[in-house]
């Protein structure tokens, strides 16, 4: 078996690939499920005590968690579809599953792009001055263009990861599974979104 290597390096891929998916996704929900109801009940004062050291360590691992994880999976797409000839189906044209992993590394890289050139450009801008004990004079664009960024990522996660087990799970890509992918994702997201605040108060 170890002998394998094309078996052996694909599966370490993406061993490494969704330990990185999971370590900068499960930030993504914390920044978007769990802090902003807990950041509505501090004051001015505890925020800035409080965030530059809680939020600049979780940026650190969900902006690094997003870096490796594009990584590896553009490494994993490559590695996996050309070495394994999966791009093609025998009788000619795209496979079904090269349609739905190219669908989910789009989004994927899509994400990957708001985290490194628009969300964390605008956090290190905004903890530096809470640092600094003088706030950034434009912190509330910053972070308006921060939370914007953060929350196209939360709605595009669930098709994302729709479309990265379906390659070898479901298969079969047409038109009417891809809307429907994003209609049930982002309907669920917007459930989760709505569920946020309550969380803490009643349940
Ligand atoms: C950022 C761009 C991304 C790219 C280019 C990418 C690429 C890939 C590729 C090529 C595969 C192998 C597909 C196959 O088996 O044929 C894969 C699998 C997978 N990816 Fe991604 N991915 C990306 C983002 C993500 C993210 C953010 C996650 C979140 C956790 C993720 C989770 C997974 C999982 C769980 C699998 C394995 C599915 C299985 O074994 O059935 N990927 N990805």
Known sequence: MLDDVYTNLNYFLRWLHILAGITWIGLLYFFNFVNPPFQASLDGELKSKINPALLGRALFWFRWGAMFTFLMGLTLLLYKY?????????????????????????LGSTMWFNVWF???????????????????????ALAKRATAASKMNTYLSAPMLFAMIAPTHYGTMSVTMLVLVLAVGFGMIKFLYSLAPKVGQTF
């Not at 070495?83 to 599953?97: F, H, Q």
């Not at 628009?118 to 509330?140: C, E, F, S, V």
């Open 118 to 140: 628009i969300i964390w450009p605008a956090q290190k801008k905004i903890l530096g001055g809470l640092k600094a004990g003088q706030p950034h004079p434009d912190a509330a």
């Open 82 to 106: 050309t070495v394994g000839e999966l791009w093609t189906r025998a009788e000619g044209g795209m496979s079904d599953r090269a349609m739905w992993i190219l669908f989910g590394a789009l």
